[in-house]
């Protein structure tokens, strides 16, 4: 399958693929996309049931989205790439880095897990997704991707964000939650022979910071760098720390 992307920065700079979080489009990566086009060929794919990608019947599994994103890739003549994911993104980034190695020159993981701590919410999510449509959830889901003060001081962003979760297809939306429900390779983490950043965010109430300790801690040579004052949207809340992690992280591969 072949996922909706965009493409910003020079066609001859390395690459770096942004892999997006359940229930956003590219548009999450706002921040990140144009700030990084300076140094790198920035490819920003919506997983399948997102965004402009297709939208095929559930259940999806993360090897089904990731072998989506090397799929787009083969089609863009992108042998290899570093890659950037949040939370679900971030699975879809680990299971390229134990299934298909030398498709990564580097990972960073973001607000992600190896066994997300909630499974049982996500079928439940999934299973109103289907009866209610995304819009019922929308509400609760920006509740978590913001810290308090972030959304009190930005409420029109707040808004914006919510809109993007509720606009998600049902199908899409809940044939990925269960994706994160059935995903658990804390067992096979040694296997990642990739350069890894782990970046938390230290307010993370999806994936708190000792989730991404276990990340941290399984795979060999891993980096972990807390963010302050961001919840589970780290990268957009604070650019100002994350969007230098990412650069500094994937130059070194380029």
Known sequence: MKL?????????????VL????GSTVDMWAPQRRELADEFRVITL????HGGSPVPDGPYAVEDLARD????????????ASFAG???GGAVAQWIGLHAPERAST?????????FPNGDTFRQRAQTARADGVASLADAVVARWFTDDFADAEPDTVRRMRDMIASTPAEGYAGCCEAVAAWDVVDELGGIDVPTLVVSGVEDPAT????????????PGARL??????????????????TPLLREHAKGAS
């Open 69 to 80: 994103v090397l799929e787009t890739l083969d089609d863009l003549d992108v042998p290899r």
């Open 107 to 115: 990972l960073a993981l973001l607000c992600t897990a190896a066994l």
């Open 4 to 16: 909706h992307h965009v493409i910003e920065g020079p066609d001859d700079a390395p690459p770096l």
């Open 225 to 242: 760098e807390s963010v302050a004052d961001a919840a589970h949207l780290a990268p957009f809340q604070r650019p100002e720390i994350v």
């Open 46 to 49: 919506d997983h399948r049931g």
């Open 208 to 219: 708190p910071p000792e989730v991404q300790q276990v990340l941290a801690d399984g795979i």
């Open 19 to 22: 892999l997006c979080s359940l």
């Open 86 to 88: 949040v939370s679900l």
